[in-house]
């Protein structure tokens, strides 16, 4: 394969990926807020000690995520309840995860590979996995105080009325809060799952977008275009969706826990969950990180692939 890894081709790729992704989770917010505010809902009933359908006109419903969704937009709107929560701290955590994930993925990917590799279809899965891995893995270590933040500020928009967790209308302020509370080490409070979490959706997302791509190129079912970089990215979004999401409830409860249940540790928080909802507790969103993870994976490969087009540079390969 041509060599990708020179330090110009690296930085100018680390930039393209980052304005990805800010520019990306800004459109897809709205998701990423109703999915984390989903998952702290089975949480927020307990803590109130009613049932998970709630009381009628205090708790929204909890039967399915798009009569929660249709709730939170019905009784707060779309901007207040969806968009805004979070938006700042997680288009910054996108801009500096992307940057790094898929920035340093060609090269990370090129230097795993085979001395002999010089064709894209002699890439071999494990060199697209192990950059996906690493490349993530330091990606989400660098956004994770962000993260944490943009989580807090989500969950908290459907705690205002609770006590807990007071919505805030800064990232910054929150930021401050986190600092004076828990020290400096607790903003990367869920960090350990967060940077797995990582690691796994880096891992899972580009090398299975990689492999579509390499697969049908090589096999001549479509060529390296807006149709192949569609196809694959919804390729990469069952992945991710799949390889993730027990990760991800566990991180999302952890993050979102009081002091006196996250002091227990993230394997306590993991027994929770599997005590009071079983299996299928670590599923629960799967259907809504996908609805996110679809359009978002979407977007993000094909607003890449043009803007390494626009650059000068060629699709990734």
Known sequence: MASQSSSSSVAANVALSAVTGAFNMFLTNPLDSLRIRWQVLPAMDSMMGRASAGRPGISPPSTSIVAFGRHVVQSEGLWRGLWSPGLAPNCAACACSVGVRLGFYPAIRDALSPPDATQAFSQRPGAMLGAGLLAGAAGYATASPL???????????????????????????????????????????GAPVGVVRGAVLSSSQTAAYDATKTFCRSRGIL???????????????????????????????????????????????????????????????????????????????????????????????
């Open 147 to 189: 993260f944490l933040v943009k989580t807090r500020l989500q969950a908290a928009a459907g705690r205002a009325s609770e006590g807990s967790l007071p919505r805030k209308g800064a990232f910054l302020r929150e930021v401050l809060d986190l600092r004076r509370t828990y020290g400096i080490a607790g903003l990367w409070r």
């Open 223 to 317: 060529e390296d275009g807006p149709l192949l970089h569609a196809a694959a990215s919804l390729v990469a979004a069952l992945a991710l969706t799949t390889a993730v999401i027990p990760l991800d409830v566990v991180l999302t409860r952890y993050q979102t826990a009081t002091d006196k249940e996250a002091g227990a540790g993230v394997a306590a928080c993991a027994g929770n969950i599997l005590r009071q909802e079983g299996p299928s507790g670590f599923l629960r969103g799967w259907g809504a990180l996908f609805v996110r993870m679809a359009p978002s994976s979407f977007t993000t490969f094909l607003i890449y692939e043009q803007l390494r087009k626009l650059a000068g540079m060629q699709y990734l390969s």
